[in-house]
């Protein structure tokens, strides 16, 4: 609580008095220095003017008034002790001065106030916000902690990665040379295949004679000769004939008969008398009509690439697959051009 009479903020509603114009307070011991505060009345109180409200000449009441009549070690300012005499403009000065402290009293006591109940606004507003701003902070911390989780596994993807490229540097230099030796295989297959395909240039296969417990491959041999009509001599034109397993015999098939010709165009014209001629079992002795066979003697690579072209001549309507001197032909129709097919990738040809 203030008080206009001196600078103490001490005091109850027992030792102090309230004007009942501008409603200021003043301790007792101020204004009556020498009086008890029983001696005044209740009525007294209640129509109580201060010296700043009260008319500027004498009261013939107790109430302390400036007075040029007084004596000089009296002071009626505002937190004085003693009254002091002034002249009649310094009385208007003073009066002024009153007026506006009072004033401005009033204005701070009022933005006192207004400040107060801004800070009760604010603490109710901030309340909630500040409970917001708690469950942001765990949320931002949680988020926090989820991003170094990621930053540590994006730093071990990072380093897997750096790992990974380098292996597949590594990878790209090794599937280089790897790319270069399978080509040198490839050539070195193609030319193997060559070598044997012509080492095997005066050999024929014979399919589907039966074979018999002691038989004999030359007499064999000589009786196709003679039913296809074809001259040659057992002892001066064959070197050898045998009977030789497929690879993949895995269903007992009849072995073909292999022979070898010391001269090739002797060969020549032998398969293609028998071609012609169209032999069967029948036609040596045996009790079966299955049909007789002779072929060029192709190598196992030659035999496979035959039959890719058979089975892709036959999806693209070709007319004629047939094999002259170990190279594989194909042809559309009789009037379409010759082809000659002697690696996979002239597969590409039969369109």
Not at 147 to 166: G, I, Y
Not at 182 to 207: D, G, L, P, T
Request: charged share 30%.
């Amino acid at each position: 609580m203030k008080y206009e009479c001196c600078k103490a903020t001490r005091g109850g509603a027992t030792d102090c008095m309230v004007c009942t114009k501008c409603r200021k307070n003043y301790h007792y011991q101020c204004l009556y220095p020498s009086k008890n505060n029983k001696d005044i009345s209740t009525d007294y109180k209640k129509s109580w003017i201060c010296p700043e409200c009260s008319p500027r000449h004498l009261n013939k009441d107790n109430t302390p008034v400036r007075n040029t009549n007084l004596d000089d070690n009296i002071n009626l300012r505002r937190g004085g002790s003693t009254l002091v005499i002034c002249s009649p403009d310094e009385k208007s000065n003073a009066s002024n001065k009153m007026d506006y402290s009072v004033f401005l009293e009033h204005v701070k006591s009022i933005i006192s106030t207004e400040i107060s109940s801004l800070k009760a606004e604010f603490k109710s507003f901030m309340l909630p916000l500040e409970n917001e701003v708690k469950a942001l902070r765990h949320e931002f911390i949680s988020v926090k902690e989820s991003l170094d989780f990621f930053n540590a596994k994006f730093d071990d993807l990072n380093t897997r990665l750096t790992n990974c490229e380098a292996e597949v540097k590594l990878l790209s230099s090794r599937l280089n040379e790897v790319e270069q030796l399978r080509s040198k295989f490839e050539f070195m297959e193609v030319e193997n295949n060559n070598r044997e395909q012509w080492a095997r240039r005066s050999n024929i296969e014979i399919y589907g004679v039966p074979e018999r417990k002691n038989e004999n491959l030359y007499s064999i041999l000589q009786n196709i000769a003679e039913k296809a009509d074809a001259n040659i001599n057992i002892n001066t034109d064959i070197d050898f004939v045998t009977r030789v397993a497929p690879k993949n015999n895995t269903n007992k098939k009849t072995k073909p008969i292999i022979v070898r010709f010391l001269c090739r165009w002797k060969k020549d014209d032998f398969l293609s008398l028998v071609r012609k001629r169209k032999l069967n079992c029948n036609d040596l002795g045996f009790n079966s009509n299955n049909p007789i066979y002779a072929n060029d003697h192709l190598t196992s690579l030659n035999k496979s690439l035959l039959h890719s072209v058979k089975r892709i001549a036959k999806e693209k309507c070709y007319e004629y697959v047939w094999v002259k001197k170990c190279c594989i032909m194909v042809r559309r129709t009789n009037s379409s051009p010759v082809m000659h097919i002697t690696s996979l990738t002239d597969l590409k040809k039969i369109i």
